[in-house]
Every structure is written in C-alpha cells, then in structure tokens.
C-alpha cells in the first residue's frame, strides 16, 4: 500500500473532548470523539501501549469518527491524567478489562469494538476473554495473541523482550526525572539516533543511558507533540508506566482460569478480530503471529511496512486495513471516504 499522511488530531483540537471518570476506585482520563452530523453506529476504545498515551491514535481518531463511529481513547493505569498508584495490582490485565467494561456501562454501553497496540493490544485480547459478550469485534496492532498457559514463563527469556529487565527494574524510574530526561528517553525509543547515528535504544539490551544527551529529535512527533507527551509524561513519571513490566507473575494467576481452556484447545475467540503487524518491528515481529490462526473464528491478517510504531509511520496503511475491516462489521456511512 501506498502511504500519505492522512489527517491527524492535535492537543486542544476542537474534535475531541478531554473527559475524566471513576472506574474501581480510580480516576481515568481519557479522549472522547463524535462522529460528526450523525448517531453513532458504535463505539470503539482505543488502548496505547509504553510508552505512548491516548493521543497516540491521533491518525486514527478522524477516520473512526468518518465511519461512524464514536471514538473512546484511553490513558492507561499510570498515564498522563489517569491515576497511577504504587502497587503492581492495578496494572494487570484483568484490572484494566474490569476497568474497561466499568467504562463501558458508566457510558451505557453493552456492547463495545476495541483496539489496542502494544501493551494495549495484550490489553484488547484479555478484555476480550474476561468480556466476550461485551466486545463485538477488536483489532490489534503489532501484538499478536500469547494464550495462557499453565505455567510460568516470564517474557524475558526470549532475546527480543530482554528490555523488559530493564523497564521492569530500578533504573528507568531512577534516571528517568525530569522533563528533560523524559524528553530524552521519549526520543530514544521513537527510534531517533544520534548525529552519528548513535543507537539509543534495542529489544536486545534496552535504553543505551550514555547516549540519551545526544539524540536528535524524532521524526515521528511534531515539537508540540513531543511537548505534550512529555508535559503528560511528568505528571507521574516512570514508576506507573513501569509497572506494566512487573505484572507477569499476577498475570499467570489471573488466567489459570483460562489455562485448561488453553491446553484442551477450547480457547476460541468468537467475534471479529484483525491483527496488523509491523513488517520491520524488532519487539513484535510478525513471525511471533506464525500459528495464531487456531485461537479465532474469523481472524484477518495484514501487515505493514513500519516499525513497532505503526500507527505513526504508516498511518494511511493502517486505517486503509482498518477501514476495510469494519467495513464487514459496521454500515459505514456512504459518505465515508473509503
């Protein structure tokens, strides 16, 4: 496919609204969009991963609200306005799908679409298996589906997530103080380098720190977007988005419930799902999804030529799969420029 920047929303843009609500005790923020001049044919919630905010579907955000639908773009535990407590228990998936499905009635909703990249892909197929009568359909995007198993495993024996020792450890919090810091790390792991072309950032090792001071500005944020994230990313600091990296072991018990399931191979996801892999992404590649097929019922692939952030690089491909899927799901408005 042939990509083009497609339209994008900015912070303060006038067609989102920044909302806040009480799920389980804690307060959410998140971005709400209107289909314009018409009734919602659905609503879709939009889960980011690290480090990454709401605003990270700002490609996506107009397109979904062009089909029709109402647009619900969360911060995640420990982000931006959302509240960010200090235990480990509040980032597991199982609180953000009882987190999600909160939302979902506060705003009377039975039924749901999602999506999710990154952690917020992991997070799309948990809330799925908790919620399947509330999710009608979800999409993932560079994260394909690990079912459970019956013993643990942690996701850092394999050589592509040993910067998940890093990120769940001391150091990122400890180093990372500061807007100016944030700043830094911000840069490093939206792929930029340094004027010799620097490495700050692989799966393999994690942050280079020495490197931090002399990386370049990224090229897939603005300055103003940069801004934002990083003025969002201070409110908290690290520990908070840290912590999704320290829930493996809570994870493993939360789903035993679902192990048997797993291993008799009665694990099957009912409704429509789509998976968008990053052809070049070095965390998720797209080998990781090999087999993936026995868990769905009606599971459609694509893949796009971008790194892990796909959804920035190769925004116009993504929504072009995007509108292609929901296009069986939803009666898209014949006014939508498909």
Not at 71 to 99: C, F, H, N, Q, W
Not at 147 to 171: H, I
Not at 294 to 308: D, I, P, Q, S, Y
Not at 320 to 332: F, P, R, S
Request: with cysteine; charged share 20%.
């Amino acid at each position: 496919m042939a990509d083009s920047r497609p339209d994008k929303i900015t912070p303060g843009d006038s067609r989102i609204q920044s909302k806040t609500a009480l799920l389980n005790g804690t307060t959410y923020s998140y971005l709400l969009a209107e289909p314009r001049g018409t009734p919602p044919l659905n609503t879709i919630f939009l889960i980011h991963g690290f480090p990454d905010l709401s605003l990270g579907w700002r490609y996506q955000i107009p397109v979904l609200t062009s089909l029709g639908l109402r647009v619900v773009a969360l911060d995640m535990m420990g982000y931006s306005g959302t509240d960010a407590p200090e235990e480990i228990k509040y980032y597991t998936y199982k609180r953000a799908a009882d987190d999600v499905a909160s939302l979902a009635k506060q705003l009377g909703l039975s039924s749901i679409i999602l999506g999710g990249h990154d952690w917020g892909g992991a997070v799309v197929y948990r809330i799925a298996m908790h919620y399947p009568k509330l999710v009608s359909a979800f999409f993932s995007v560079c994260t394909p589906f690990q079912p459970p198993k019956s013993y643990y495993v942690p996701a850092t024996v394999m050589p592509n997530f040993k910067y998940q020792l890093q990120f769940g450890g001391p150091d990122i919090e400890k180093e990372i103080v500061g807007e100016e810091k944030i700043r830094q790390f911000l840069n490093a792991m939206y792929g930029s380098r340094g004027p010799k072309g620097e490495l700050a950032f692989d799966v393999s090792h994690g942050v280079y720190m020495e490197n931090l001071p002399i990386l370049q500005h990224t090229t897939l944020l603005s300055e103003s977007e940069l801004d934002y994230y990083v003025q969002r990313y201070a409110i908290h600091g690290m520990h908070g988005p840290t912590n999704w990296y320290r829930t493996g072991e809570l994870n493993f018990e939360d789903e035993k419930v679902f192990a048997k399931a797993t291993e008799e191979k009665k694990l099957k996801f009912e409704m429509p799902v789509l998976y968008i892999g990053g052809r070049r992404d070095t965390a998720l590649p797209p080998a990781l999804s090999a087999g993936m097929e026995k868990w769905f019922r009606n599971l459609t692939r694509g893949e796009v030529n971008a790194n892990h952030w796909a959804l920035w690089e190769k925004p116009a491909d993504v929504n072009q799969y995007l509108k292609e899927w929901l296009g069986g799901i939803v009666a898209i408005p014949i006014t939508a420029n498909l």
